[in-house]
């Protein structure tokens, strides 16, 4: 597969263990983005590294039940350092509420791995 769309996978398998159950290790989810990552949320806020922690140490275990399905990925381009993918997600909580979104995410590839730049996450109406 894909490296990048491996990397999509692997992410928000984390992510979904962290923010459903609270378990998992803060510091190697923080190690997958870099120094300058910056998210532009559905809500149009924008968050950078130090934001990204923060949300992260605040919701650990917040969203009980959380369960997180990838579908429709696509490299958008490659180049030789790095990628921009596109995908969609879902997010599903205990209680059955279910968002969508479209996400492109930008990696960057350095000796130490693939690290996400920036995601941009668009919500998809109910």
Not at 12 to 34: C, K, N, P, T, Y
Not at 40 to 59: I, K, Q
Request: charged share 20%; hydrophobic share 45%.
């Amino acid at each position: 597969m894909n490296p990048y769309f491996t990397e999509v996978l692997d992410a928000h398998v984390a992510i979904e263990a962290w923010l459903g159950r609270g378990v998992g290790d803060l510091e190697a989810l923080m190690a997958r983005f870099s120094a300058a990552f910056t998210l532009v949320s559905p809500a149009g806020t924008v968050l950078d590294r130090d934001g990204l922690r923060t949300l992260f140490t605040t919701h650990q275990a917040g969203r009980p039940g959380l369960k997180i399905d990838i579908d429709s990925m696509t490299l958008v381009q490659a180049w030789d350092t790095g990628a921009a993918v596109r995908y969609r997600e879902h997010q599903q909580l205990a209680d059955n509420a279910t968002t969508t979104r479209w996400s492109t995410a930008v990696f960057s590839r350095s000796e130490q791995g693939l690290v996400w730049c920036h995601l941009h996450e668009t919500l998809v109406a109910g």
